[in-house]
């Protein structure tokens, strides 16, 4: 430091601006010599190959480089990369969630650019709630009207037993209209000890049943899902026989069996079930059948019908003939 206590610079510090001057016309002058050196380099003839290459060189190194693109290698090597990935991704069983995190990230992108689901517009719904339709198809809080399918969360909500079609609009920005036709529960269909709720063209709506369906009617049997409703509509034509029936009874998938509250089975003929049906009815009103002390009706054969008769009525009928019997007489043979 000098006598007044300021930092004493050392003499190179205190070159005078002329030296600057200098110092940049130098610089310059050495990058016009190497510019001219480079392009004199450019300008000269490139040197040959060695003969014996030139004269025999390898046909495969020798194809490579004549047909393949520049820069194939680098190419190459990003694409082994890349199916390494993809490889130990399927191997690990990661593909769903992979799947996911690029949708998600995707959807959170156009989230951001306004594009959000803000509304969603629902119609034809009775029996489904809002939030049962969405999660049918598969919209969530995070999915973005911008990379909606709507053509794949139709084919999802229709892949719903309860809906049997269904369109989906969006609208821009933020609004999602789904329209939708839902199926009716129809009739209750007993198969091998268990029940399931049916919509009128035989859809299983619900596996298990639930109190506020076990007021619709029952149908057991093989097929008889598919076939109630035609039946139901020509039973719905007598309401004195309907109106004492419990379930219905497809046999064999050719014939209806009734069986009727006081557990009276009806079997009906294949044929001519209306008909049956007409006899029933004028049977009951005449000499009040169903309530008779009987088990079975049987309307197989055309010309005929047979009843059997409960264990208890089947006695007293025996024991009233045995009364009937004439008593023998002395002396008879």
Request: glycine residues 8%.
């Amino acid at each position: 430091m000098d006598g007044g206590g300021r930092i004493d610079r050392s003499p190179r510090s205190r070159r005078p601006k002329s030296d600057l001057k200098s110092d940049l016309k130098l610089a310059a002058i050495g990058v016009a010599v190497l510019l001219r050196e480079r392009l004199a380099v450019l300008g000269r003839p490139r040197a040959k190959r060695p003969v014996a290459r030139q004269q025999n060189p390898p046909r495969l190194i020798a194809m490579l480089e004549r047909y393949l693109p520049h820069r194939v290698g680098v190419a190459a090597t990003v694409l082994v990369l890349l199916g390494s990935v993809g490889l130990g991704v399927v191997k690990g069983g990661h593909v769903d969630e992979l799947s996911s995190a690029l949708s998600d990230t995707r959807n959170a992108a156009a989230n951001s650019f306004g594009f959000r689901i803000a509304t969603v517009i629902i119609n034809g719904r009775k029996q489904l709630s809002q939030d049962e339709i969405l999660a049918a198809g598969g919209v969530n809080g995070r999915s973005s009207l911008l990379f909606l399918d709507a053509a794949l969360v139709r084919d999802k909500l229709k892949a719903d037993p309860w809906i049997a079609d269904a369109t989906v609009l969006k609208l821009y920005p933020d609004r999602l209209q789904i329209d939708i036709t839902e199926r009716t529960a129809f009739a209750l269909w007993q198969r091998d000890g268990h029940l399931s709720v049916i919509a009128d063209d035989g859809a299983v709506l619900e596996s298990f049943v639930t109190p506020r369906f076990t007021s619709l009617p029952l149908v057991v049997g093989a097929g008889a899902e598919t076939r109630a409703k035609e039946f139901l509509s020509l039973l719905d034509r007598y309401p004195q026989v309907h109106a004492v029936t419990k379930a219905v009874i497809l046999v064999g998938v050719r014939r209806w069996n009734l069986r009727l509250n006081g557990g009276l089975d009806v079997r009906l003929p294949e044929n001519d079930v209306g008909n049956a049906l007409a006899t029933l009815t004028k049977l009951d009103q005449d000499d009040r059948l169903f309530s008779r002390d009987i088990t079975a009706i049987d309307m197989r054969l055309p010309d005929r019908l047979t009843v059997r008769l409960s264990e208890d009525a089947a006695k007293a009928r025996e024991e009233l003939f045995k009364d009937k019997k004439p008593k023998k007489k002395a002396g008879d043979a």
